[in-house]
């Protein structure tokens, strides 16, 4: 039997059926999934997407149709039926019978027990994602919920809890560039993320300690949506290493096991601290990326385009952004002790070839960087003096210090 078709206000009520239900239940703004969960005809190979509630992705108008083969196109047609195939957030029907089922259990619990049912025994320091957070971990956590129930069964939480991890991943080369399989282990009775570059290898190539551990998913800069960043320590600078997996679940049981060993560390570390306290210091992302242009100390020499990554108080630059060291860091302090940032450039500077600079000063010295628009000008001054105006915690004064005296 054919779907009936819908006339425009038709359509119109089905839209306003669908914002209420995403004001009623928040946890369909993560999904997407058939208008035919709603209980309503389908209009033709029309669909909803739920990815984007905001509006950038949430319909799919039929001036879209013409477009289905032009490669700039937003929207990639599947005649499904009931399934939104726009090219970002488009969902394999698959699995639609245990989001049917989730959706029609909150329709007719509420949201808030819904909650209490699946989400009881969520760890304190599993991630819980947010609208901002890429795909893979919105869509995981949705699927740990409501297909594996892993917050309601503790021993499906094993693979991220054991304290213990081991397995293959795909890692980027660091002079080559290419992805080779290797072993990684995480242990959190050693404290250390380790990899071998042979499965029967003895040694291991590297070890990461988890007190200067972190990871954050970079599926745009890796090029896979499984794409994982791990940075650490090695003497006293930053290491890049970059990962993915195939398999979606995995990777993320690798990332939620990475925060596991960090908060077991940190309640060892901080006896006094509560969750709340520990939990925002498990893993981070990047406050900003990008490009600018830099010059050196005497600033006399020729800007250069590098990466630069904002992590906490320390900017790192780089010639490419998937090195697996920085050219160099720059500690960021805060404005009670002399860190100031300013939009533009000393008038004596030259050699730059963007327009909009930045200048940063320090105790010791000024920082001069150029930038190739003035909305990232101002999205960097941001992050700079978000950094600025918070007062310095006490171990970041040790961190300044190896700073100052780093050769």
């Given at each position: 039997?054919?779907?009936?078709?819908?006339?425009?206000?038709?359509?119109?009520?089905?839209?306003?059926?669908?914002?209420?239900?995403?004001?009623?239940?928040?946890?369909?703004?993560?999904?997407?999934?058939?208008?035919a969960?709603?209980?309503?005809?389908?209009?033709?190979?029309?669909?909803?997407?739920?990815?984007?509630?905001?509006?950038?992705?949430?319909?799919?108008?039929?001036?879209?149709?013409?477009?289905a083969?032009?490669?700039?196109?937003?929207?990639?047609?599947?005649?499904?039926?009931?399934?939104?195939?726009?090219?970002?957030?488009?969902?394999?029907?698959?699995?639609?019978?245990?989001?049917?089922?989730?959706?029609?259990?909150?329709?007719?619990?509420?949201?808030?027990?819904?909650?209490?049912?699946?989400?009881?025994?969520?760890?304190?320091?599993?991630?819980?994602?947010?609208?901002?957070?890429?795909?893979?971990?919105?869509?995981?956590?949705?699927?740990?919920?409501?297909e594996?129930?892993?917050?309601?069964?503790?021993?499906?939480?094993?693979p991220?809890?054991?304290?213990?991890?081991?397995?293959?991943?795909?890692?980027?080369?660091?002079?080559?560039?290419?992805?080779?399989?290797?072993?990684?282990v995480?242990?959190?009775?050693?404290g250390?993320?380790?990899?071998?570059?042979?499965?029967?290898?003895?040694?291991?190539?590297?070890?990461?300690?988890?007190?200067?551990?972190?990871?954050?998913?970079q599926?745009?800069?890796?090029?896979?949506?499984?794409?994982?960043?791990?940075?650490?320590?090695?003497?006293?600078?930053?290491?890049?290493?970059?990962?993915?997996?195939?398999?979606?679940?995995?990777?993320?049981?690798?990332?939620?096991?990475?925060?596991?060993?960090?908060?077991?560390?940190?309640?060892?570390?901080?006896?006094?601290?509560?969750?709340?306290?520990?939990?925002?210091?498990?893993?981070?992302?990047?406050?900003?990326?990008?490009?600018?242009?830099?010059?050196?100390?005497?600033?006399?020499?020729?800007f250069?385009?590098?990466?630069?990554?904002m992590?906490?108080?320390?900017?790192?630059?780089?010639?490419?952004?998937?090195?697996?060291?920085?050219?160099?860091?720059?500690?960021?302090?805060?404005?009670?002790?002399?860190?100031?940032?300013?939009?533009?450039?000393?008038?004596?500077?030259?050699?730059?070839?963007?327009?909009?600079?930045?200048?940063?000063?320090?105790?010791?010295?000024?920082?001069?960087?150029?930038?190739?628009?003035?909305?990232?000008?101002?999205?960097?001054?941001a992050?700079?003096?978000?950094?600025?105006?918070?007062?310095?915690?006490?171990?970041?004064y040790?961190?300044?210090?190896?700073?100052?005296?780093?050769?």
């Amino acid at each position: 039997m054919q779907p009936k078709s819908l006339g425009n206000r038709a359509i119109s009520e089905r839209q306003k059926e669908l914002s209420a239900r995403i004001a009623q239940f928040p946890f369909l703004s993560l999904l997407s999934y058939p208008r035919a969960q709603l209980g309503s005809e389908v209009a033709g190979d029309q669909s909803v997407c739920l990815l984007d509630p905001s509006g950038g992705c949430s319909w799919a108008p039929s001036s879209h149709r013409g477009e289905a083969g032009r490669i700039n196109s937003p929207w990639r047609w599947k005649r499904r039926g009931t399934s939104c195939s726009c090219r970002t957030c488009w969902r394999d029907r698959a699995t639609t019978s245990a989001r049917t089922a989730a959706i029609q259990l909150m329709a007719a619990m509420g949201n808030s027990a819904a909650k209490a049912k699946y989400e009881q025994k969520v760890p304190a320091f599993y991630y819980r994602p947010t609208h901002t957070d890429c795909k893979l971990l919105r869509e995981q956590w949705i699927r740990a919920k409501y297909e594996r129930n892993e917050f309601e069964f503790i021993e499906k939480q094993e693979p991220y809890s054991a304290g213990y991890r081991e397995g293959f991943l795909w890692k980027r080369g660091r002079d080559n560039g290419q992805f080779l399989s290797r072993k990684f282990v995480l242990s959190e009775r050693e404290g250390a993320l380790k990899y071998f570059n042979k499965q029967d290898a003895r040694d291991p190539k590297a070890i990461m300690k988890i007190e200067t551990l972190n990871a954050t998913f970079q599926p745009a800069k890796i090029g896979n949506p499984c794409g994982l960043q791990i940075t650490y320590l090695k003497d006293n600078s930053t290491r890049n290493i970059f990962v993915y997996h195939s398999d979606a679940k995995e990777m993320v049981d690798w990332f939620n096991a990475i925060r596991a060993a960090r908060f077991h560390y940190l309640q060892v570390a901080f006896p006094g601290a509560s969750d709340e306290e520990l939990v925002p210091k498990l893993t981070r992302s990047f406050m900003k990326e990008g490009f600018m242009e830099k010059t050196g100390p005497k600033h006399t020499e020729g800007f250069k385009k590098r990466w630069f990554t904002m992590d906490d108080r320390r900017l790192m630059y780089f010639k490419d952004p998937l090195d697996a060291y920085a050219r160099g860091e720059v500690f960021i302090g805060s404005k009670e002790n002399s860190y100031t940032v300013l939009a533009g450039l000393p008038p004596s500077t030259q050699g730059y070839h963007w327009n909009h600079g930045i200048t940063i000063v320090t105790p010791d010295r000024k920082f001069l960087f150029a930038c190739e628009t003035e909305a990232e000008q101002q999205d960097w001054i941001a992050a700079f003096q978000r950094v600025i105006n918070r007062p310095m915690r006490p171990q970041e004064y040790a961190v300044e210090a190896h700073f100052k005296h780093k050769p």
